[in-house]
Each structure stands twice: as structure tokens, then as C-alpha cells.
């Protein structure tokens, strides 16, 4: 399921952070509601969005089932917003801007389909996460750990689609199983 909150959040230039500031409502209530469908939010949650927004409640509420039922999907354009995608696992969300490089490095470094596939059937499916346990351990000795780590998060969990030169689509490999 897309999330549809920071969807809508970032559309009125906020994150759940500045949200949670603005309003007083806990990153933790907003971090939960964003991976639920917006039907199914608090009027609680519905009332402090609205309130940080400037829309009112039932405003808020069509516009997040407008999105939910779009085709909208996230744009990361930063790398904090990167890592925290990639961290909740997204469904499918866009890379924008110089990160796309970031995917195109990780995407030249990947195997073919065929081979990722020979390895993961010789390897009984479990090839993937020994790459990322090994990849792991390596990185915690070396000095750029949290970079790589991420590059290492982005090839094990997702497959890459480049939209154009400056934006690439990530979407969970899971979801193509």
C-alpha cells in the first residue's frame, strides 16, 4: 500500500516531523496512520492534519482518498527522504533529481535478471539476504558505512526503473512475485 499521508504532506511542502511540530501530535501516531488506508484514520489524526494544513477535516480526508486512489506515488528528492523510504519499505516511490545517480550506480552494479536468478535458485532463494548479511559486515569496518548500507538496501529490496535521465522508479521486489 502506498503511502498516501506523506504523499499528501509533501504536495503541501511538510513532512510528518514538521506536522507533528506544528500540532502537537506524536511522529509515532502519524508514522502508523501513514501506513494505513486514510479511511480508517482518527477523527483525532483527520483534526490535526487539518489544523496543520489549513484545509478542514473532510478536506483533508478527500484529498487523501483522491491520492489513495490515484496513481500518485512518493517523491524522494532528498536523501533523508531516500533512506526513510527505503527504511518503511515503500511499495513504489520515485528517486528525483542527483540521487537518480545513486540508482544508476546501483543499478550497474546489480547482476542480469537471469543471473540474480540463477544465483537465488542455486542459493534455495536465500542468496539475496547472505549477499546483504555479508555486505553488512564488511561495511561496519569500512568508513562509509551508512551510504553503502543504503546502496546495499536498495539492490536486495527493490528492482529499478529509470522514468527518465534525472528520475528512476523503485519498486519492491516482492510485489512482482
Given at each position: 500500500?502506498?503511502?498516501?499521508?506523506?504523499?499528501?504532506?509533501?504536495?503541501?511542502?511538510m513532512?510528518r516531523?514538521?506536522?507533528?511540530?506544528k500540532v502537537?501530535?506524536?511522529?509515532?501516531?502519524?508514522?502508523?496512520?501513514?501506513?494505513?488506508?486514510?479511511?480508517?484514520?482518527?477523527?483525532?489524526?483527520?483534526?490535526?492534519?487539518a489544523?496543520?494544513t489549513?484545509?478542514?477535516?473532510?478536506?483533508?480526508?478527500?484529498?487523501?482518498?483522491?491520492i489513495?486512489?490515484?496513481?500518485?506515488?512518493?517523491?524522494?528528492?532528498?536523501?533523508?527522504?531516500?533512506r526513510?523510504?527505503?527504511?518503511?519499505?515503500?511499495?513504489?516511490f520515485?528517486?528525483?533529481?542527483?540521487?537518480?545517480a545513486?540508482?544508476?550506480?546501483?543499478?550497474?552494479?546489480?547482476?542480469?535478471?537471469?543471473?540474480?536468478?540463477?544465483?537465488?535458485?542455486?542459493?534455495?532463494?536465500s542468496?539475496?539476504?547472505?549477499?546483504?548479511?555479508?555486505?553488512?559486515?564488511?561495511?561496519?569496518?569500512?568508513?562509509?558505512?551508512?551510504?553503502?548500507n543504503l546502496?546495499?538496501?536498495i539492490?536486495?529490496?527493490?528492482?529499478?526503473?529509470?522514468?527518465?535521465?534525472?528520475?528512476?522508479m523503485l519498486?519492491?521486489?516482492?510485489?512482482?512475485?
Open positions: 500500500m502506498k503511502n498516501v499521508l506523506d504523499i499528501f504532506l509533501k504536495q503541501n511542502q513532512t516531523y514538521d506536522l507533528s511540530k502537537g501530535i506524536s511522529e509515532q501516531t502519524l508514522s502508523k496512520a501513514a501506513k494505513r488506508d486514510p479511511k480508517t484514520y482518527s477523527v483525532k489524526t483527520l483534526v490535526a492534519i489544523s496543520g489549513g484545509y478542514s477535516p473532510g478536506e483533508v480526508l478527500d484529498k487523501l482518498l483522491a489513495r486512489d490515484s496513481e500518485a506515488v512518493y517523491i524522494a528528492s532528498t536523501l533523508k527522504e531516500i526513510q523510504k527505503v527504511k518503511e519499505k515503500e511499495d513504489v520515485i528517486i528525483r533529481g542527483e540521487f537518480s545513486l540508482a544508476k550506480e546501483i543499478k550497474q552494479s546489480s547482476l542480469s535478471e537471469s543471473a540474480e536468478l540463477g544465483f537465488q535458485l542455486g542459493m534455495g532463494g542468496g539475496s539476504y547472505v549477499v546483504w548479511a555479508i555486505n553488512r559486515m564488511i561495511n561496519s569496518f569500512g568508513g562509509k558505512k551508512e551510504e553503502e546502496k546495499d538496501d539492490m536486495t529490496l527493490y528492482t529499478i526503473k529509470f522514468l527518465n535521465s534525472s528520475e528512476a519498486r519492491l521486489k516482492q510485489l512482482d512475485y
